[in-house]
C-alpha cells in the first residue's frame, strides 16, 4: 500500500493544539473541585484550585485568540469558513461510516487532502466548539471573574447564577466534545498515527 503524507498541522496549530488541551484539562479538574468543595473536603485545596483556574482560563483565553487570528490570517482558516453543499446528507453519511462502516473496513466516505482536512462531523463540530462554544465559556468566566461588573438580574434571575449555570453547562459540553475528540483520534490506520500528528504536522494513512 502507498502511504500518503500531508503536511496539514504548520507549528504554530500544533503548540496551540498542545496548550489548549493543558489548559482545558486544568481548567475541567479544578472546576470540578471547586465545583464539589465543601468545608471538610475538596480534591484539589480551594484556594489552590481559584489560582490554578484563573490563572489557565487567561492563558486559554490569550491562546483562543491566537487561534482566532491565526485562522484570519493563515490557509488554515479556509478549512473553517469553506462548507459544502448538500451538508445534512453529508453528515448522515459520516456518522454511518463511525457507526458502521469503520468496523467494516470500509472507505472513508470524505478523505483528507490538503483541500479538506476535515469530514463534514467534524468540522461541524470544530466550528461550534471553538467558535460558538469557547466564546460563551470565555465570557462567563470573565462575568464570573468580576461579578461586580454584571447585571444583579439576567432574564428575570440573579445575574451571578446565570453566568455560573452557563459556565458548567458549556463546560460540560466542551467535556464531551473533548472525550469524542480524543477517541475519534484513536481511528487512524494505528491507535496513535493520529496523535503522531501532532507533533511532527503530517497526516499519514495508507492508501
Not at 52 to 68: D, E, K, P, T
Request: proline content about 5%; charged content about 10%.
Amino acid at each position: 500500500m502507498a502511504n500518503k503524507r500531508l503536511y496539514l498541522y504548520p507549528v504554530w496549530i500544533r503548540l496551540w493544539h498542545v496548550i489548549n488541551a493543558l489548559t482545558f484539562l486544568a481548567l475541567l479538574f479544578t472546576g470540578i473541585s471547586l465545583h464539589f468543595a465543601s468545608a471538610e473536603h475538596s480534591l484539589i485545596p480551594f484556594q489552590v484550585s481559584v489560582g490554578i483556574h484563573n490563572v489557565c482560563a487567561i492563558i486559554l483565553s490569550f491562546n483562543f485568540g491566537v487561534f482566532v487570528i491565526g485562522n484570519m490570517f493563515t490557509g488554515n482558516g479556509m478549512y473553517y469558513r469553506k462548507w459544502r453543499k448538500n451538508l445534512w446528507p453529508k453528515l448522515w453519511k459520516q456518522f454511518l461510516f463511525y457507526a458502521i462502516g469503520i468496523f467494516k473496513g470500509g472507505p472513508h466516505p470524505f478523505p483528507i487532502t490538503k483541500k479538506q482536512k476535515f469530514n463534514p462531523l467534524q468540522k461541524v463540530s470544530y466550528v461550534f466548539a471553538m467558535y460558538f462554544g469557547m466564546p460563551l465559556l470565555i465570557i462567563s468566566g470573565i462575568a464570573l471573574m468580576f461579578p461586580e461588573k454584571i447585571s444583579n438580574s439576567i432574564f428575570k434571575i440573579s445575574g451571578l447564577l446565570f453566568y455560573d449555570t452557563l459556565h458548567i453547562i458549556v463546560g460540560f459540553v466542551l467535556s464531551i466534545f473533548l472525550v469524542i475528540h480524543l477517541y475519534t483520534c484513536t481511528l487512524g490506520d494505528k491507535p496513535g498515527t493520529l496523535f503522531k500528528s501532532m507533533i511532527n504536522g503530517y497526516h499519514e494513512e495508507h492508501e
